[in-house]
């Protein structure tokens, strides 16, 4: 069975000051992974992904993740962040098999940046 | 690109009562998927299409949840009865059709749901 855990229920961070998001993995085989945000009372927003090739992976709004296959993490990061990225954060994480392909998603990370 | 349009966006019931939700979703795409989302957790599936046919459905209650995409193109999400425990967030997502488990799933504003 594969499972995603967001070891941080909130993240707190000064405007300015670098941001991550912890997740770890755990699949049998080559994971798939996935991070997306969720604003008050909408969907879920892609942000990226990682497939294969380079560990760390560049996506939307200055994120950027890097894929550690030995410690099966996946952090997701903004170097600078901002009062907007205040959101909750989802780790989702997925193998494929011929049978489908289930996308697991974590518990969550509410990240609340302090101006 | 118009995005996954899910209606209504809130729905309050009394428990025992019936509800569905209706799903379009991006043009294109081939597979339809529905989600779960309980307060305060990540989204569970509950139902995957791919065209107009069932792909996994291992975790969708099937004695109160029944879900449909008779033309492999929109779909609808029923509850018949709802239960308390029902009360969440459904989230309607779609992805192009691309092999392997590459493709991001888009997501709709989702449903929530009040039941009393």
Request: charged share 20%; glycine share 8%; net charge positive.
């Amino acid at each position: 069975a594969q499972s995603v855990a967001q070891p941080e229920d909130q993240v707190n961070v000064a405007e300015g000051n670098p941001l991550t998001v912890k997740c770890t993995y755990s699949v049998s085989g080559n994971p798939y992974l996935f991070w997306y945000v969720q604003y008050p009372n909408r969907g879920l927003q892609f942000l990226l992904k990682y497939i294969t090739g380079d560990n760390l992976v560049k996506g939307s709004y200055g994120f950027e993740a890097e894929f550690n296959k030995s410690q099966t993490s996946f952090h997701l990061k903004k170097p600078s962040a901002l009062v907007s990225d205040s959101a909750l954060y989802f780790c989702a994480v997925r193998v494929f098999k011929a049978a489908g392909n289930k996308l697991t998603f974590g518990g969550g990370t509410r990240v609340l940046v302090k101006p | 690109e118009a995005g996954v349009a899910q209606s209504p966006r809130y729905k309050i019931i009394e428990k025992r009562q019936s509800v569905a939700f209706w799903c379009n979703p991006i043009s294109g795409h081939a597979t339809l998927y529905w989600y779960q989302q309980i307060l305060g957790q990540g989204p569970k599936l509950l139902i995957q299409f791919q065209n107009n046919g069932v792909v996994d459905d291992s975790q969708l209650p099937k004695d109160r949840f029944s879900a449909e995409r008779l033309k492999g193109v929109d779909s609808t999400l029923k509850i018949q009865p709802a239960k308390l425990e029902d009360s969440a967030v459904y989230l309607c997502a779609s992805s192009p059709p691309i092999a392997g488990g590459q493709e991001t799933q888009y997501f709709g504003p989702g449903t929530r749901l009040l039941v009393l």
